[in-house]
Nanobody, 123 residues
Framework: QVQLVESGGGLVQAGGSLRLSCAAS????????MGWFRQAPGKEREFVAA????????TYADSVKRRFTISRDNAKNTVYLQMNSLQPEDTAVYYC????????????????WGQGTQVTVSS
């Protein structure tokens, strides 16, 4: 079992930056592929970024490429999402997710989810 707790959300002006963190419990964090998803009001949850268990592979949604960076520190059981050049359309609840086997963009592939952290970008 892995428990995930996100933090770092908040209110930021357009063009600003935020760094989200996702702290994981359990000694097997380093074996999990991790992802970030987001859900805006009235919209379906969508993929943002993912990173493989060792950090050697990453993938991003087209909408966040060159603006967001996913990384992880297995010694700290934490995965990060650095978000730069934020835009109002990035406003959403951001969730981190973990999977022992799946690495990809589908939410259905992830077994463990955090409670989410709100990111609001004002224009």
């Amino acid at each position: 079992q892995v428990q995930l707790v996100e933090s770092g959300g908040g209110l930021v002006q357009a063009g600003g930056s935020l760094r989200l963190s996702c702290a994981a419990s359990g000694r097997t964090f380093s074996m999990y592929n991790m992802g970030w998803f987001r859900q805006a009001p009235g919209k379906e949850r969508e993929f943002v970024a993912a990173i493989s268990w060792g950090g050697g592979a990453t993938t991003y949604a087209d909408s966040v490429k060159r603006r967001f960076t996913i990384s992880r520190d297995n010694a700290k059981n934490t995965v990060y999402l650095q978000m730069n050049s934020l835009q109002p359309e990035d406003t959403a609840v951001y969730y981190c997710a973990g999977s022992g086997r799946y690495f990809g963009t589908s939410s259905m592939g992830y077994n463990y989810w955090g409670q989410g952290t709100q990111v609001t970008v004002s224009s």
